[in-house]
């Protein structure tokens, strides 16, 4: 019975619910492209630092927890750390901030980095040969419809598109160290050094001996480093977070609570004749947040659609730059909150059409 009235009520109030709906489903959306963006800048990160074939990373003390650190190593340390017992390669790199710190070229010597990581998989072009040569990977590429043989700007310097490579390792843009250290005035000096061992189960074993020789700076495993690269290690972005859903809690329960006190006003009547047929404080009070579950419902499935669609987008215009995941344990999450903020903003419309007087509903026009 129950069910039958707030199903009718909703079906033939079509253009109110489906708005309230649509309203509650933008936060629900605010929510997960937020958190598929967090999380998938930070898998691809991470994605790409495995990529590049190491299994240890060295960095100067100075560096952030997660990576994002200015070229202050010296590169002495790369033949230091390739003499270590079990370490069969050491390759230092500089990263660049561009695009307002989005994205960054990696300077790479890429005899040593192809020897580490395997080397490229070219899909147009060819590898680094002249001094203004710059490679992309695909989901740059696409982002920025470039090809090979293309000129690109990056570091207020034109560039010339030398190859197109298959995305993953260590970057979306790389240019040759030595050009770049100059271009920086950072001549002999690295973001960080990526050490492979003649075998990753020795990873621990070489971990322990390289903090005891050089315990002032940062010595991360893949390992430890996918830990590092989580949205909870980020204090900034986890408040960022806690933000976006308080908003999201805030537009859900206003939106409701608007929609509901006018569901209130357009069923006076109505109301007035279930009470006067004996229904009771509580069976209106369950209509009203029957419906207002109903329409927190239909946002969260609305707003989980459109994450899709967000992703989508975002893979077509900016696949390099945002890539944004699709985390399935933040949908119950995000619907919990769809729904408690429908359901607290049902609350004041429910209180005022519980204390309606029947004979005044009935007279009512």
Do not use: C
Request: proline share 5%; aromatic share 8%.
């Amino acid at each position: 019975m129950t069910f039958k009235l707030v199903w009718e009520n909703v079906r033939h109030r079509p253009v109110r619910t489906m708005l309230s709906i649509l309203l509650i489903a933008v936060p629900v959306t605010l929510i997960l492209m937020l958190i598929g963006l967090s999380n998938g800048m930070l898998e691809d990160r991470t994605g790409r630092a495995r990529g590049g074939g190491a299994d240890l990373i060295f960095r100067d003390p100075s560096s952030s927890a997660v990576g994002f650190s200015a070229a202050a190593l010296s590169s002495k340390f790369v033949p230091l750390l390739a003499q270590e017992p079990h370490v069969v390669d050491a390759v230092g790199v500089v990263n660049e901030p561009i695009a307002g710190g989005i994205d960054s070229v990696t300077g790479i010597d890429i005899a040593a980095f192809n020897r580490m990581s395997g080397g490229f998989t070219f899909i147009e072009g060819h590898t680094l040969e002249k001094p203004d040569d710059i490679l992309i990977d695909r989901y740059y590429a696409d982002q920025t419809r470039k090809h090979a043989g293309d000129t690109i700007k990056i570091l207020n310097r034109d560039w010339r598109v030398a190859g197109i490579v298959e995305p993953g390792k260590l970057s979306h843009l790389f240019v040759s160290l030595p050009l770049l250290q100059d271009l920086i005035s950072a001549t002999g000096k690295l973001s960080q050094i990526y050490i492979k061992l003649d075998s990753p189960e020795r990873t621990p074993e070489v971990e322990a001996a390289l903090k005891a020789k050089f315990p002032t700076y940062q010595i991360i495993s893949m390992k430890e480093l996918e830990s590092l690269l989580s949205v909870d290690n980020i204090p900034v972005l986890k408040s960022f977070i806690n933000v976006v859903l308080g908003i999201g809690l805030i537009v859900g329960f206003a939106v409701v609570s608007l929609s509901m006190y006018m569901a209130v006003l357009q069923r006076t009547r109505e109301i007035g004749i279930l009470k006067s047929m004996g229904a009771s404080k509580g069976f209106v009070m369950g209509l009203i947040l029957a419906e207002a579950l109903i329409m927190g419902l239909g946002g969260t499935v609305l707003g989980i659609a459109f994450s899709f669609g967000t992703r989508a987008v975002m893979h077509v215009f900016v696949p390099a730059s945002l890539p944004q995941a699709i985390v399935l344990a933040w949908w119950p999450i995000a619907g919990l909150v769809a729904v408690g903020a429908a359901l607290l903003g049902a609350l004041y419309p429910g209180m005022l059409a519980v204390r309606q007087d029947p004979i005044e509903a009935l007279a009512y026009e």
